[in-house]
């Protein structure tokens, strides 16, 4: 097999999957907190149209396509928060009239043919020019560095807008920037993953790494890693294998996705018959119970009647038996009334 790096196509595709998997996830992973998901499709069928026009006025297709969804993505935005319409029904006008109106544009190009447009809707590793690779890392990099610049500010919004709206954080300019970045993310990613698959390399990552990460910033990192993984992987698989690379990126994605939710579902099950169960009490451990509360780990153990008893998940876990009941006063213990005890939701 010929050394992938030593053929100047994949080269450049292998670059531009790098950039495309880690902008990507990181875009993506507020579109998820957002329940947007589905927002790609609609930029990527904007982004189709601005194509067309690129190749029927002999314009660079790459930067008609970045104006077009830019300004689809900002409209978009505008009439959802003015509330003239709804997002679904934005994003459905989006969806239809993007792609009707690429598929008679480029109707009207000298080959007379729609079919120059196949290239842009499932991607093509042996379209990455030179040239477009300068303008797709220079866009990856201003991705990268206002998404993580605002990324405290993103989350806020993601999570509760009137909240962040109540705190003074400015919502609207924060969400069109964050649709001007799917916009964006969506252009550079049309080469490698195509128009109508790049919305599923923004969101299979994340949803891969949320079964298993405890915080956003571990979730985000673990994301970019699948994404990198993915488009990388997946350009590099087809090569030999001869298949379409957005396909192929898609369909690796996909297939992280199934093996880490079989992965932590079979850790779950395992983990949960390691722990032992305490014996059935009526009586609550708590604030004021009576009952010495004892630092233990990153939890809390209460020692009643010589067994050291921790709440999870609305039952008690036995941790062993506490052979040095410590004294009032001990620095190894606290009386329960002297802090606020876990609730019985709180795992261990």
Same mark, same amino acid.
């Given at each position: ?14 670059i531009?999957?790098?950039? %495309? ?9 507020f ?12 930029m ?21 396509a970045? %104006?077009?969804?830019v ?7 505008l ?13 459905? %006008?989006?969806f239809?009239g993007?792609?009707?109106?690429g598929? %008679? ?17 499932f ?5 990455t ?9 220079g ?8 998404t ?44 490698? +993953? ?13 949803a891969?790494s949320?079964l298993?990460a ?8 673990w ?5 990198? +993984? ?8 087809s ?6 690379s ?9 297939g ?9 579902s ?7 018959r ?25 939890? +809390? ?8 008893h ?8 036995e ?11 001990d ?8 802090r ?9």
């Open positions: 097999m010929i050394d992938l790096l030593t053929v100047d196509f994949m080269q450049r595709a292998l531009a999957a790098l950039l %495309v998997g880690t902008v990507a996830p990181m875009v993506g992973i579109l998820v907190q957002r329940r947007l998901s589905l927002i790609g499709d609609g990527g069928h904007v982004a189709l149209a601005g194509v067309a026009i690129g190749l029927v006025t002999g314009a660079a297709p790459v930067l008609t970045l %104006v077009a969804a300004v689809a993505a900002v409209v978009i935005e009439l959802r928060t003015r509330g003239r319409t709804n997002g679904d029904v934005a994003l459905a %006008v989006i239809y993007g792609i009707a109106a598929v %008679v544009i480029i109707s009207k190009s000298p080959d007379g043919t729609p079919a120059n447009l196949m290239k842009y809707l991607g093509s590793i042996l379209t020019q030179r040239s477009d690779l300068y303008v797709f890392a866009l990856a990099v201003l991705i990268a560095v206002t993580w610049a605002l990324r405290p500010r993103l989350f806020a919004v993601a999570n509760d807008e009137e909240y962040a709206r109540a705190v003074g954080i400015p919502v609207l300019p924060l969400n069109i920037v964050l649709a001007v970045l799917t916009a964006t993310t969506v252009v550079v990613a049309m080469r490698v +993953v195509g128009l109508l698959l790049i919305s599923a390399l923004m969101i299979v990552p994340n891969a949320q298993f405890r915080s956003f910033s571990s979730g985000l990192r994301a970019i890693a699948f994404g990198l +993984v993915s488009s990388v992987g997946g350009v590099a698989l090569y030999p294998l001869d298949t379409p957005g396909g192929t990126i898609v369909l690796l994605a996909v992280l996705f199934v093996v880490t939710a079989v992965v932590t079979v850790v779950a099950r395992t983990g949960s390691r722990h032992e169960v305490a014996e059935t009490h009526a009586h609550e451990h708590g604030v004021e119970c009576g009952h010495p509360a004892v630092t233990h780990g990153d939890h +809390v153990d209460y020692v009643h009647d010589g067994h050291l921790a709440a999870h998940e609305g039952h008690y876990d941790h062993g038996v506490h052979h040095d009941h410590p004294a009032p006063g620095a190894r213990a606290e009386p329960a009334g002297t606020p005890g876990p609730t019985t939701g709180s795992k261990p």
